[in-house]
């Protein structure tokens, strides 16, 4: 329990630092000479966010199948 709850923390706030570098992505290609590098820091989070996201997809099926295994036992 305590586990899931740091996952879906951790999900949250790196979907600030998602948010952000898209945004400092936009300004950097938006000047007269586009600073491309920025462009690929969203890259980071958004692995991060993917791996975690489907984590917490997975949660509430994995509970279920938990729950009618243990009610076999
Ligand atoms: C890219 C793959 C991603 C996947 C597979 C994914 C999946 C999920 C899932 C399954 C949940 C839990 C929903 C529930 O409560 O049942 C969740 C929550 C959330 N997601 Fe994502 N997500 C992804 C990316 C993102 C992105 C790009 C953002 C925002 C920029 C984001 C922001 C959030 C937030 C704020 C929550 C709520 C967290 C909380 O409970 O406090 N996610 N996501």
């Known amino acids: 329990m305590h586990w899931n709850h740091w996952i879906r923390q951790f999900h949250r706030w790196t979907s600030i630092a998602f948010v ?3 945004a ?3 300004i950097a290609l938006a000047q007269e000479k586009p ?6 820091a969203p890259l980071p989070p ?9 984590y917490l997809f997975a949660l509430p099926y994995l509970s279920r199948w938990r729950g009618r295994r243990d009610a076999r036992a």
């Open 20 to 22: 952000l570098a898209v």
């Open 35 to 40: 600073l491309v590098w920025v462009s690929y």
């Open 24 to 26: 400092a992505s936009f």
């Open 46 to 54: 958004l692995v991060l966010l993917v791996a975690t996201g489907l």
